[in-house]
């Protein structure tokens, strides 16, 4: 399988420790897609010229994930601020409001479309701002999308009629819901709707037919980037097998193992001088 990533890239700065992780829901989905085994996996999105946008490069950069055609302008990186709760579920607690993806929002030239028809599967979401360039993308190869906890019906209706797979933050979500919410989406488009839940598991649809994954047990260290690691897990095998319940299963492994470490995938870096 063959993934990129595009829109969003951040560091998620620990306020409580006085260090910063690379992260953000494209490069977390895009790198652990990478670490689960994908072939070849590339990220284009918008970095600034700050000490920040160096450590997310050079995270990628250790990573095997190329950024070729991403622009670079002079701005902050992305960086909200992050505490944990003494269950280790992280809570964003805001940051600067003005950073080069608010300034700037990526449109899609004639390369980067090239580019991206080389992959099996380009995954963004709600945070990247891309929605008048998904039927162009759509055009290329699958779209898989995060929706985060963002369920108003107008703005499914502008993204399912041109991606493959959706995934949403449900955890508040009563079972009758998730299915109203996915026959939404099915209607629309979309053939694969996930509803990750938190300690209840995650519930997905294929055109309609259930599966329900439970929680892997584990010692948890810090949730962030967890929902990204079980994207990244499902995609990577489903894209490879087409069995739903074999990816499921391997995206919760992928999930809880992502809950050990520190950050989204690691690499801590103390807060700049």
């Not at 991606?163 to 299915?179: C, R």
């Not at 209840?200 to 439970?214: P, V, W």
Request: with cysteine.
């Amino acid at each position: 399988m063959k993934m990129i990533a595009v829109g969003d890239n951040v560091v998620d700065c620990y306020l409580h420790q006085k260090i910063y992780y690379p992260g953000g829901n494209a490069v977390n989905v895009v790198v652990n897609a990478k670490r689960n085994g994908a072939e070849d996996c590339a990220y284009i999105g918008i970095f600034g010229n700050d000490k920040k946008a160096d450590h997310v490069m050079w995270a990628l950069d250790q990573e095997g994930v190329s950024y070729d055609l991403s622009r670079h302008m002079v701005g902050l990186t992305g960086q909200p601020g992050v505490n944990l709760t003494e269950e280790g579920d992280r809570v964003f607690v805001g940051g600067p409001r003005i950073t080069v993806q608010t300034n700037v929002k990526l449109r899609m030239t004639q390369e980067d479309l090239d580019f991206i028809s080389k992959f099996d599967v380009c995954h963004t979401s709600c945070f990247s701002f891309l929605e008048p360039e998904l039927a162009k993308i759509a055009a290329r190869c699958d779209i898989s999308y995060d929706f985060s906890d963002y369920k108003v019906k107008e703005y499914m209706e502008a993204v399912c009629p041109h991606v493959k797979y959706v995934f949403f933050s449900g955890s508040e979500m009563s079972v009758a819901e998730i299915k109203e919410l996915a026959n939404t989406c099915h209607a629309l488009g979309t053939e694969i709707v996930g509803v990750t839940r938190g300690g209840k598991g995650a519930m997905f649809s294929k055109n309609g037919e259930i599966f329900e994954q439970g929680i892997k047990p584990i010692e948890v260290v810090d949730t962030m980037g967890a929902g990204d690691s079980f994207i990244a897990g499902f995609l990577t095998k489903y894209c490879d097998t087409k069995d739903m319940a074999q990816s499921l299963d391997y995206a919760a492994t992928r999930a809880a193992q992502s809950c050990t470490i520190s950050g989204g995938f690691g690499y801590p870096h103390p807060f700049d001088d």
